[in-house]
């Protein structure tokens, strides 16, 4: 695993309280790991932080599943 | 009970005669403040007479880039946003029939756009410390309506909606969104009323006075306070029995 998805998923982890097995490329926030619309919001502001980086709106949108998360952080974190 | 020890507090309007009370009530209670308002020098002046843990943060709510700048402004000079007050509010009166578009339009911006934004530009923080509050005051005509006034009491109407709305998306979050609604305050607009006027207004008005803003303060400093936490996508009216609502 990448550092960025390592990164992510400890985010995730600590963010949804969900068993680590479970945060895998594939998974959905709101599907699979049981966020809300209120969660995800937060996890874009925690990605923000972590990584330094502004998701805007638009591109918050795309980011469904940890994948999606760490393809685009992987792409546009510094 | 009530104390806001540690707690920063945003007031929009404290350059006004209830902004100033609502500021004060805050600071008393232990709050760091920052007061905004267009008057630069009034701000300075309440703020000197507050002494420590006062800043000023003037904006010019009218305009969209001064209204998305002050809530970064202010948790830049106190470190962080617990409490926002959205009190600063205007009014352009006239017959329905006659009302400008730009009456309508400045109304609407000043009392309802201008907390819409800072409140989504504030709950994020609040999101974060897991920790808000968020207070507007409205206006008793905001429930009942008010001849002369569409525009004034739809913006306050609206800001009473918008209150819901954002209590039930963040409540989760340990932030509440209340509102605060004064009926007939002492003021420098009441003050400028006749002696006609003032009997025909306290003809409706059991309490058989007009409310003093320190009375409307204190309603905002319990709400902003601890103590508060379960009053959640409330408004608390404060008119002298004026209005059972
Ligand atoms: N007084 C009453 O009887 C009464 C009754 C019900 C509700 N209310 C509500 O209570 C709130 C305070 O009223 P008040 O009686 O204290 O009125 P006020 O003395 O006229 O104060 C109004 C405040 O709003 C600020 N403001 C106005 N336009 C602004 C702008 N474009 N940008 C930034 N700030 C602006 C003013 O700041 P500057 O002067 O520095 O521009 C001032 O501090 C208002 O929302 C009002 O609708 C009042």
Not at chain 1, 34 to 52: H, I, K, N, P, R
Not at chain 2, 17 to 44: C, D, K, N
């Amino acid at each position: 695993m990448s550092d960025v998805a390592e990164r992510v998923k400890k985010i995730v982890v600590e963010h949804l309280s969900v068993d680590p097995e479970k945060v895998v490329e594939g998974a959905n926030f709101i599907d699979d790991l049981g966020a809300d619309s209120l969660d995800t919001v937060e996890l874009v502001m925690a990605f923000e932080e972590e990584f330094g980086v502004e998701i805007p709106d638009d591109a918050a949108e795309t980011i469904v599943t940890v994948g999606d998360a760490v393809k685009f952080l992987e792409k546009n974190a510094a | 009970m009530f104390s806001l020890t540690g707690r920063k507090a945003l007031v929009t309007g404290a350059s006004g005669g209830i902004g100033a009370e609502i500021a004060r009530a805050l600071h008393a209670q232990g709050a760091v403040v920052a007061l905004s308002g267009t008057r630069a020098a009034a701000l300075e002046a309440l703020a000197a007479a507050l002494g420590e843990r006062a800043h000023v943060a003037p904006a010019n709510l009218a305009d969209r880039a001064s209204v998305e700048a002050l809530v970064p402004a202010a948790e830049a000079a106190m470190g962080g946003l617990d409490i926002l007050v959205n009190n600063a509010g205007i009014t352009r009166d006239n017959l329905f029939m006659r009302m400008k578009d730009e009456e309508w339009d400045s109304v609407l911006a000043v009392n309802l756009t201008s907390s819409f934004i800072l409140a989504r530009s504030a709950v994020k923080g609040m999101m974060k410390r897991r920790f808000g509050r968020i207070i507007g005051i409205t206006s008793v005509v905001g429930v009942t309506g008010n001849p002369g006034q569409a525009n004034y009491c739809a913006a306050k109407a609206g800001m009473i909606g918008m209150t819901k709305s954002l209590a039930a998306e963040v409540a989760s979050r340990n932030i509440t969104v209340n509102c605060v609604a004064p009926g007939f305050i002492e003021s420098a607009m009441t003050d400028a009323l006749n002696d006609k006027q003032r009997e025909a207004i306290m003809a409706n008005i059991p309490a058989g006075r007009m409310g003093k803003g320190e009375e409307i303060a204190a309603a905002v400093a319990f709400l902003a306070s601890d103590a508060a936490g379960y009053v959640n996508g409330q408004t608390l009216h404060v008119n002298g029995a004026m209005a059972r609502i």
